[in-house]
């Protein structure tokens, strides 16, 4: 079987083809959830982001913060997307699993919109450890996380990490 071609991945995964400025397109069930895709890119580099993202009002508890079920959402969204940051988007991507996934809340997160910073930490031959931090426009932080991701084959039986 050979690789999809470029046209055959925006119709599959139209979410890694964001339009310019943003981060991710439309089409991914967490980052439609979170709507990622209004979400503003601030800076790409190689395992780097940051964005500035905003709070929708399904992922709010009842005092209109953040649900913090839903963070660890966010986190691992950013994280899977920092591995990827700065490389060409190609037509068959890496399968990343999440492995482990630590969260610290340092503060409620209020929205409208809010900062969040990630930076691949380590890059190991298929394992990668992301830190993720939230914070308010203000700069005061918010969440601190780290993730670690396994890369995994993409076919095949599931739970192969």
Same mark, same amino acid.
């Given at each position: 079987?050979?690789?999809p071609?470029?046209?055959?991945?925006?119709?599959?995964?139209?979410? &890694? =083809?964001?339009?310019?400025? %943003?981060l991710?397109g439309?089409?991914?069930?967490?980052g *439609? =959830? @979170?709507?990622a895709? *209004?979400?503003n890119?601030?800076?790409?580099g190689?395992?780097?982001?940051?964005v500035?993202?905003?709070?929708?009002d399904?992922a %709010?508890?009842? &005092?209109?913060?953040? =649900?913090?079920?839903f963070?660890?959402?966010?986190v *691992?969204?950013?994280?899977?997307?920092? !591995?990827?940051?700065g490389?060409? &988007?190609?037509a068959?991507?890496?399968?990343?699993?999440?492995?482990?996934?630590? #969260?610290?809340? @340092?503060a409620? #997160?209020?929205?409208?919109?809010f900062r969040?910073?990630s &930076?691949? #930490?380590?890059r190991? %031959?298929?394992s990668?450890l !992301?830190?993720i931090? =939230?914070f308010? @426009?203000?700069e005061?932080?918010?969440?601190f996380?780290?993730?670690?991701?396994l890369? !995994?084959r993409?076919?095949?039986?599931?739970? *192969?990490?």
């Open positions: 079987m050979t690789p071609d470029e046209s055959t991945a925006h119709r599959e995964h139209p979410w &890694r =083809f964001p339009p310019p400025g %943003r991710i439309r089409g991914h069930p967490a *439609d =959830f @979170l709507e895709h *209004d979400w890119l601030e800076h790409e190689d395992g780097e982001l940051v500035l993202a905003h709070l929708p399904r %709010r508890n009842p &005092r209109g913060q953040l =649900f913090g079920g963070t660890p959402t966010y *691992d969204l950013m994280a899977l997307l920092t !591995v990827r940051a490389q060409e &988007r190609t068959a991507p890496r399968w990343l699993a999440t492995t482990n996934l630590r #969260v610290d809340y @340092l409620p #997160v209020l929205g409208p919109t969040i910073r &930076r691949l #930490v380590h190991g %031959r298929r990668y !992301v830190e931090r =939230f308010d @426009l203000e005061r932080p918010l969440v996380a780290l993730t670690t991701m890369e !995994v993409s076919k095949g039986e599931l739970g *192969d990490a």
